[in-house]
């Protein structure tokens, strides 16, 4: 196994588990909205980016019936809070309505110095770990 399967193994499991965990719906609290993961596969477009390349947040909110954008999400691993992610996902995302970064313990002074650099507005930057007996663990930044 090389170290781009193991890390794109744990985004997809990190994806799925803050997808489970944050954005439960439709639930009975919210029977409108539904959560749709683009991870491992794309299924819901947000939109289109600067050179006119389907948008593909990990996470999705819509609220139905009809398919109203409400908020999407990006997860990172430590690798991929960069400037390429910024440029290319977080910026093209943050102009189609309320992103939330998703970004490891550790990565947030970098997160937030790459928001401003850029003019990325995010509706929240939030931390994630994997503690090794609780699981899951993500907080405000």
Not at 61 to 72: D, F
Not at 121 to 135: D, E, K, L, S
Request: aromatic share 8%; glycine share 6%; hydrophobic share 40%.
């Amino acid at each position: 196994m090389t170290l781009k399967y193991l890390r794109d193994q744990r985004h997809r499991e990190t994806v799925a588990e803050i997808a489970r965990l944050k954005f439960p719906f439709p639930n009975e609290e919210y029977p409108h909205l539904e959560t749709v993961v683009n991870e491992p596969e794309p299924a819901l477009s947000v939109g289109k980016n600067g050179s006119g390349k389907d948008l593909f947040p990990d996470i999705v909110v819509v609220e139905r019936p009809g398919q109203w954008l409400r908020m999407m999400a990006e997860v990172e691993t430590a690798d991929t809070v960069t400037e390429e992610s910024a440029l290319t996902q977080w910026l093209p995302c943050s102009k189609q309505g309320d992103l939330l970064l998703y970004v490891p313990v550790g990565c947030v002074s970098e997160a937030k110095k790459l928001c401003k650099k850029h003019g990325i507005r995010v509706a929240g930057i939030r931390t994630w770990r994997f503690r090794p007996v609780w699981g899951l663990e993500v907080t405000n930044a």
